[in-house]
């Protein structure tokens, strides 16, 4: 069973325009929420995070939403740049378990 | 970059015979994982370690081992690989809680024919 969902497999979008990733969750016990970034024969990046204590995080153009009610995350690039072309993870975890990942999406930005 | 090494990165093996990937470390973080990474599944944990000895189980664990002897180095083995362990592996540590903010090595990708 699914705890960390990313519905959408890929995304395209136009250099300069806004991305936004989305990710749902079902374990409400889940506290604190990662992007990670992965690029092809390379090991996944961690991008931004968030508590739940938070509704938004925001580092340069990366921009994380936290919706707790909705068990809903999402992350927003602005603008998007060509080298944002990669695979995208949402995480989350609770306590001291280990962090589970959702299966990504994989965003080409278009020149 | 975290000090993270894998070897070997690439490997073809047939089915039947074991094998073992090393993940090694300069962090001295306590927390070690391994994951697989599969088209459709994503990063799906196997073992990790919380310290020198102290190893459990993730979610796809069957036919897989690990061991962990130093801090720096953490072993994964298929005892007997099957084609359905073809997959790229990652190691990751993590210096806190064992959750946030893992840094993952560059992956072995593993072949079994």
């Known amino acids: 069973d699914q705890q960390v969902k990313q519905n959408s497999p890929s995304l395209s979008v136009q250099e300069g325009r806004i991305s936004i990733l989305n990710c749902d969750y079902t374990?409400?016990?889940?506290?604190?929420f990662l992007w990670y970034k992965k690029y092809p024969a390379e090991g996944p990046t961690f991008l931004i995070s968030i508590s739940s204590i938070k509704d938004k995080n925001e580092d340069g153009r990366f921009t994380v939403f936290l919706n707790k009610s909705a068990k809903h995350l999402s992350l927003h690039i602005v603008p998007s740049q060509p080298g944002d072309s990669a695979v995208y993870f949402c995480a989350a975890y609770s306590g001291n378990t280990p962090l589970v990942f959702g299966k990504g999406t994989r965003l080409s930005v278009i020149a | 970059d975290a000090g993270i090494t894998q070897s070997p990165r690439h490997k073809v093996t047939e089915t039947g015979t074991p094998v073992t990937l090393r993940c090694h470390q300069t962090e001295n973080h306590r927390y070690m994982y391994w994951y697989r990474q599969d088209p459709g599944h994503g990063l799906r944990l196997i073992h990790y370690s919380y310290g020198v000895k102290d190893t459990d189980k993730g979610e796809v664990s069957d036919g897989y081992s690990v061991s962990r002897s130093k801090t720096e180095d953490f072993l994964l083995t298929l005892e007997s690989a099957t084609s359905s362990q073809t997959s790229v592996y990652f190691c990751a540590i993590s210096a806190l809680t064992g959750t946030y903010e893992q840094y993952f090595g560059p992956g072995t990708r593993l072949t079994v024919t």
């Open positions: 374990n409400s016990m889940f506290d604190y």
